[in-house]
């Protein structure tokens, strides 16, 4: 059964640092294309960040230069550095697969306190 | 940016009803469109890729059609279940983008 399960998520101050972490099961994460979206609390969809099969990656221009997506194949996970992050931040994160989203996560929430 | 523009911002139907919701992009995305369901509290479900293909395990009451700028999803029958929220995403060029979503509500 293909499954993806974030974790991380949590209250941090502004300016603080956080990693998620994505499990993934029943596929490999380096043979497709993982995103991270974002919902802040009563909004739609933001995408953020995707990581291709080949290893190149792509943000939105919100958290480019603060947040980092990467993958460990060895776990086959995903994960998203947070940096710097900021109030707008707060949301609930998505660990999407696919560039159509075919799989997605169940989210984990990040807070960040001003 | 490629922006999505979804409307109506929301829908009131009956149970039993047939709906349409559209989708627009404010430029060329071919077939680089996909829908969503999204119910409170839950994870977005994929419906539609490519524009018009369900996804494994989707009923087909739910069918989209559309190519270039122009978008729609039809839900036939509704369902005490469909009534959620829906949303478009381009997935053409990056940034990827989202529609503001259509809230489908019961009548």
């Known amino acids: 059964e293909v499954q993806v399960v974030e974790s991380g998520g949590g209250l941090i101050q502004s300016g603080g640092s956080l990693r998620l972490s994505c499990a993934a099961s029943?596929?490999?994460?380096?043979?497709?294309?993982m995103s991270w979206v974002r919902q802040a609390p009563g909004k739609g969809l933001e995408w953020v960040s995707i990581?291709?099969?080949?290893?190149?990656?792509d943000y939105a221009d919100s958290v480019k230069g603060r947040f980092t997506i990467s993958r460990d194949n060895s776990k086959n996970t995903l994960y998203l550095q947070m940096n710097s992050l900021r109030a707008d931040d707060t949301a609930v994160y998505y660990c999407v697969r696919g560039r159509d989203g075919y799989n997605w996560g169940q989210g984990t929430l990040v807070t960040v306190s001003s | 940016d490629i922006q999505m523009t979804q409307s109506p911002s929301s829908l009131s139907a009956s149970v039993g009803d047939r709906v349409t919701m559209t989708c627009r992009a404010s430029?060329?995305?071919?077939?680089?469109l996909a829908w969503f369901q999204q119910k409170p509290g839950k994870a977005p479900k994929s419906l539609i890729s490519a524009a018009s293909s369900l996804q494994r395990g989707v009923p087909s009451k739910f069918s989209g059609s559309g190519s270039g700028t122009d978008f729609t999803l039809t839900i036939s029958s509704l369902q005490p279940e469909d009534f959620a929220t829906y949303y478009c995403?381009?997935?053409?060029?990056?940034?990827?983008?989202f529609g503001q979503g259509t809230k489908l509500e019961i009548k």
């Open positions: 430029q060329d995305i071919s077939n680089y």
């Open positions: 990581i291709y099969s080949g290893g190149s990656t």
């Open positions: 029943g596929f490999i994460v380096s043979s497709n294309y």
């Open positions: 995403q381009q997935y053409n060029s990056y940034p990827y983008t």
